[in-house]
């Protein structure tokens, strides 16, 4: 069986020659895996944006998840809150705590990470691999960190009375897929999750607040609202959602998974009126749809839904890990 140190060095410790002569990655770390710790080196200008993410095997993913998959989202996620915050991911670590050193599902696992991560220049820099005693939980910790030029970040807090609330892509299809597992469509919005990075990078200086929708879209505005100090009115027809999501007949499943589904992973924000006509052009040079879904109103951290005939709806909540 191979030590600890050859697993790390086998799957996640990528020679330098990998990393293609001229490639900008090259600048950017000074030292990377195999030291007591890395070297970064950011650019002139920037703030460092830094997150972590913990996914545990049965709360975060099932049991027998696709390894592969779990490399892709288990980044994906990371890159999700570099999106909302306006920052451009640069590095990453990753932390796993494992009951075996199955190889299959480390080959699996490291070419799901690193498919995304080369799609977003993210580096891996370094990490920690621990056992834990059988038959224990699969443990995946990633921290991230991003670049920002001084002053551009988004926030959560920055909503203003006046505001347009736009989403982008749709929402509710990787609620969907927990809930009805078997359509390949849905599937991959749950288990494959496309992040926003570009998209964020774009609206620094457009929007006004930002977050990432991963708990369902009410719970992720009520974020926006309360670190804003301000109320939103949001028209229920107007959010959008994939086909098989439209398609339910039951409306009240239908709502609660465009309102209070999470794991969506797009990027929901605040912005002034005047920003409209950019974001329409920006919207379609990422051929990514962007939804005006409503109005920041009011100093109150309140909600309302409007359905088609302008009657408020109730809201559920999202998901809450702590809730009773
Ligand atoms: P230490 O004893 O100082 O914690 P380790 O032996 O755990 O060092 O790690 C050796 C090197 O391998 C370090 O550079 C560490 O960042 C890296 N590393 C360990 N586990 C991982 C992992 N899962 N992914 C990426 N790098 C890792
Ligand atoms: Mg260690």
Redesign the pocket.
């Known amino acids: 069986m191979p030590s ?2 050859e697993l ?1 060095r086998k799957y ?2 990528r020679a330098p020659r990998e990393i293609r002569p001229g490639d900008r990655r090259t600048r950017r770390v000074a030292l990377g ?4 710790a ?1 070297l970064l080196r950011p650019s002139a200008g920037m703030e460092l944006a830094v997150s972590t993410d913990l996914l545990l095997e049965g709360t975060h993913f099932r049991a027998g998840a696709d390894a592969r998959k779990l490399g892709h989202k288990a980044l994906a996620v990371n890159l999700s809150d570099m999106a909302a915050m306006g920052a451009a991911p640069r590095w990453a ?4 705590a494992l009951p075996a050193a199955n190889e299959a599902w480390l080959e699996g696992f490291a070419r799901g990470f690193f498919a995304l991560a080369d799609r977003f220049g993210v580096e ?1 820099i ?4 621990t056992r834990v005693a059988p038959p224990g939980r699969i443990v995946i910790c990633i921290t991230i960190l991003g670049e920002v030029p001084i002053n551009l970040a988004l926030f959560r807090a920055g909503a203003r009375p006046g505001d347009d609330i736009w989403v982008s892509g749709e929402l509710g299809g990787a609620a969907l897929a927990l809930e009805q597992p078997g359509h390949a469509a849905t599937a991959r919005r749950l288990d494959e999750p496309e992040p926003r990075v570009e998209l964020g990078e774009r609206l620094r200086g457009l929007a006004s607040a930002a977050i990432d929708v991963s708990d369902g879209f009410a719970q992720d505005l009520g974020h926006i609202l309360e670190r804003s100090g301000v109320g939103a009115v949001v028209e229920y027809a107007a959010l959008p959602r994939p086909l098989e999501v439209a398609s339910t007949e039951d409306g009240k499943l239908q709502a609660r998974l465009v309102l209070s589904g999470g794991d969506d992973y797009e990027l929901l924000f605040t912005a002034p009126p005047a920003h409209r006509s950019e974001l329409a052009a920006l919207s379609a040079e990422l051929k990514l749809p962007l939804s005006r879904v409503g109005a920041i109103q009011g100093a109150e951290a309140k909600l309302q839904v409007l359905d088609g005939q302008g009657k408020p709806m109730r809201v559920g909540r999202g998901f809450d890990h702590f809730a009773a």
Do not use: S, V
């Open positions: 600890e140190f790390i996640f410790e895996i195999g030291d007591d890395a670590t990753l932390a796993l891996l370094g990490g920690d691999t």
